[in-house]
């Protein structure tokens, strides 16, 4: 979620301690008001019982037990917060989540210099955000989708744009100035993504006494404007154009709205809109099914309610937590198709319980609505790190469990617009805890694959163990798809709605190689093409379908490639141009988790010839790959 915070100008001593302290927590105060996946609480410790083959729960982890107690207690987070042509952002609030972790957040102010450091981190998985008034961040679309991470020790460079605005003024079908509407602005997509969910709690701005409204601070992409309505209950903003429909720049309804283009830095002057001042609608109702004592007494339920079935919001409110009285109501609702989403948490552990239904306004108030909420999927699991390989290698940094960070990802291609709220939640991962035990959850009804991200280039992934249960699940649904007859990937799992899974066993080793080295073009003056990806591929058949060791890299414009956490042995090395399409709104796809394209990509590989032998520890670096030609020939290890 992205927000911004206006910060006083950095002082010294108390005033300065003083000022943080304030603006911590309010931060923290908004993310128990609205629910951030990254405080999902780490599951509780448990006893450990040994295994068997039949997948029971995993046996006491002695070595990554003590990996953990040789970890760092402590360590720092540092960077810098520049402009996007290189200045130093001064006085930004720098916040830090831990994933996982059922803390608040922390963070520090940028100096002059743009510099910060986050101080006294535990081990863990840190998602680092900058917010500075009228700036957002430069990857703003990206982190929605998949969250940039980072480590203790490391550092950090983020790059902020200055927002877009529009401005404008308001009036009534006299031309008097209307005083005191509430004005919002919503990003409905950008170039290449169709809908865009972007609560932003400064959006919204309120006209002043010559009706003029001012909106800054807004990432680059497509908006339309809106004028009036309930949709700023969530602000606390009441005033008396609550009650009326929306009035979309210039003058129009959802459906007529004019669409504005708002570049980074860019300003639009004269975004007047003339007031229809149109009475709007009540849609009303209760949240009732699963709200007892899972929950806390201060755990609301929030409601928003979507246009048609995009991700743009048109109302936000809650209901009470009072378990007698759960009511809810939008105000000011225009006629059209909506959907209603309701979410709760159940207690501080970060699950959800969620109910959606569709909406239709048509010239009369909706009453009598009732939400029925219920929880989503789940899955468990515990993750074993093995001992290292002998002779034991000297480890890149000292890396702990708690910084390794596990995600759901959907097998299938979602369906569009389906079920925003969850989708937005279960694109952020968990963490393990300092025993290896993991817990997903918010998960709708699909099939998902386990992605796991490693804190260090040492350790890789050898498997992933399902229960009994849900390996016949996987089978059977294997057996209705086009995969039929081949093996199962590791890592899929088949959820139904509510359904809890456990007992997942990943088993994590120590010894990874790594690869560096660039790509050079095989002939002489002929440029690398665009979009240039590398692959290394399992050669032994019977790792064709284990989706594990399959590795893929970006290779930069100069050629530059870097792969980490491969798994000893022997691959076929390949360089192509990327076939899997990548958008803002997306996740980006592994090649090899297709059936077909992974087909073609072993015959492609097998077919170039260049092979590759990596030892356990192995630091392969100023490895060339000559693209456009097929040499056969085993590249010298030095």
Not at 350 to 370: C, F, N, Q, S, W
């Amino acid at each position: 979620m992205n927000s911004h915070f206006e910060t006083p100008p950095k002082k010294r001593g108390t005033e300065d301690r003083t000022a943080r302290s304030l603006l911590f927590a309010f931060i923290f105060t908004l993310l128990l008001l609205v629910p951030h996946p990254a405080r999902a609480q780490q599951p509780a410790a448990t006893p450990v019982k040994p295994s068997t083959k039949s997948a029971q729960p995993a046996p006491v982890n002695k070595a990554a037990i003590a990996a953990a107690a040789d970890a760092p207690r402590t360590g720092s987070i540092m960077g810098r917060v520049l402009t996007d042509d290189g200045r130093p952002l001064a006085n930004a609030a720098v916040i830090v989540y831990a994933v996982g972790a059922n803390a608040p957040p922390t963070g520090d102010t940028t100096d002059a210099d743009g510099k910060f450091q986050v101080k006294a981190l535990r081990p863990a998985a840190y998602l680092v955000q900058a917010n500075a008034p009228g700036y957002v961040s430069a990857d703003a679309g990206a982190e929605a989708v998949v969250p940039r991470l980072y480590r203790v020790g490391e550092s950090v460079n983020l790059t902020m744009i200055k927002g877009g605005v529009i401005t404008g003024m308001v009036t009534n079908a006299e031309g008097e100035a209307i005083v005191g509407a509430t004005v919002r602005a919503f990003r409905v997509r950008t170039a290449t993504e169709p809908n865009a969910f972007s609560f932003r709690f400064n959006s919204p701005r309120t006209t002043d006494d010559r009706g003029v409204y001012r909106l800054y601070g807004l990432e680059p992409g497509v908006y339309i404007v809106a004028v009036g309505g309930s949709g700023a209950q969530f602000y606390g903003s009441l005033n008396a154009y609550d009650g009326d429909a929306p009035t979309y720049y210039p003058s129009a309804t959802r459906d007529t709205a004019a669409e504005l283009t708002v570049h980074a830095g860019e300003e639009l002057n004269g975004i007047d809109v003339r007031y229809r001042g149109e009475r709007g609608h009540a849609v009303s109702g209760f949240a009732s099914g699963n709200t007892g004592d899972a929950g806390l007494g201060y755990n609301t339920t929030s409601l928003t309610l979507f246009q048609g079935t995009s991700a743009t919001p048109e109302s936000f409110t809650f209901a009470g937590s009072d378990e007698n009285n759960r009511s809810f109501v939008f105000d000011g609702i225009p006629d059209g198709e909506f959907t209603l989403a309701a979410l709760r948490s159940l207690g501080n552990t970060g699950e959800m319980l969620t109910a959606t239904r569709k909406v239709t306004v048509r010239g009369a108030d909706v009453t009598g609505l009732e939400l029925k909420l219920e929880p989503l999927g789940a899955v468990n699991g515990n993750i074993i790190l093995e001992p290292p390989p002998k002779p034991v290698c000297a480890p890149q940094r000292n890396s702990a469990l708690t910084e390794i960070t596990v995600a759901a990802r959907r097998d299938e291609k979602e369906k569009k617009n389906e079920n925003v709220l969850p989708s937005y939640l279960r694109r952020w991962p968990t963490a393990a805890n300092d025993k290896g035990e993991f817990k997903l959850f918010n998960l709708t009804g699909g099939s998902y694959r386990l992605n796991l991200q490693l804190p260090g280039d040492d350790w890789f992934i050898r498997s992933i163990a399902l229960p009994a249960a849900a390996a016949a699940a996987v089978a059977q649904a294997n057996a209705k798809s086009a995969v039929q007859g081949k093996s199962n990937v590791p890592g899929k799992f088949v959820l139904k709605n509510g359904e809890r899974i456990n007992g997942i066993t990943v088993t994590v080793a120590q010894g990874a190689a790594s690869l560096r080295g660039r790509v050079a073009s095989a002939a002489e003056g002929v440029a690398l093409p665009a979009r240039l990806r590398l692959f290394l591929v399992p050669v032994e058949p019977e790792r064709a379908a284990d989706t594990l060791r399959y590795m893929e890299a970006t290779i930069e414009k100069d050629g530059l490639f870097a792969v980490g956490g491969i798994a000893p042995g022997r691959y076929w090395l390949i360089a192509r141009v990327d076939v899997e399409s990548e958008s803002e709104g997306e996740e980006r796809r592994a090649v090899a988790e297709d059936a077909a394209e992974r087909d073609k990509l072993r015959a492609l590989a097998e077919s170039a010839g260049v092979k590759i032998e990596l030892q356990p520890c192995q630091r392969l670096a100023d490895y060339v790959l000559n693209y456009g030609s097929t040499p056969a020939t085993q590249p010298v290890v030095k």
